[in-house]
Nanobody
């Protein structure tokens, strides 16, 4: 069983930056691909970014490419989402998830373990 805990959310002005963290329990963290997803008020959850177990392959939602960067530190059992040039449309609850492989970490159905999420609010 893997437990995931997100942190780093908060209120930021448009154009600002935040770094989200997702800390995982367990000794098999490096074997999991990890994904970040978000759910804005009144909208469905959507994929944001994913990274493979080694940390050398990533995928991004088109609208965040060039602004968001996913990374991981397997020694710390943590995956990060660096978010720059934030926009009001980025306002959402951001959740991390673990999956067996990178392709699955890009889809909600492929996620085996979910964190509870952290709220990001971007003011205009």
């Amino acid at each position: 069983q893997v437990q995931l805990v997100e942190s780093g959310g908060g209120l930021v002005q448009a154009g600002g930056s935040l770094r989200l963290s997702c800390a995982a329990s367990g000794r098999t963290f490096s074997s999991y691909a990890m994904g970040w997803f978000r759910q804005a008020p009144g909208k469905e959850r959507e994929f944001v970014a994913a990274i493979n177990g080694r940390g050398d392959s990533t995928y991004y939602l088109d609208s965040v490419k060039g602004r968001f960067t996913i990374s991981r530190d397997n020694a710390k059992n943590t995956v990060y989402l660096q978010m720059n040039d934030l926009k009001p449309d980025d306002t959402a609850v951001y959740s991390c998830g673990g999956a067996g492989r990178l392709g699955l970490a890009r889809t909600m159905d492929g996620i085996d373990y979910w964190g509870k999420g952290t709220l990001v609010t971007v003011s205009s």
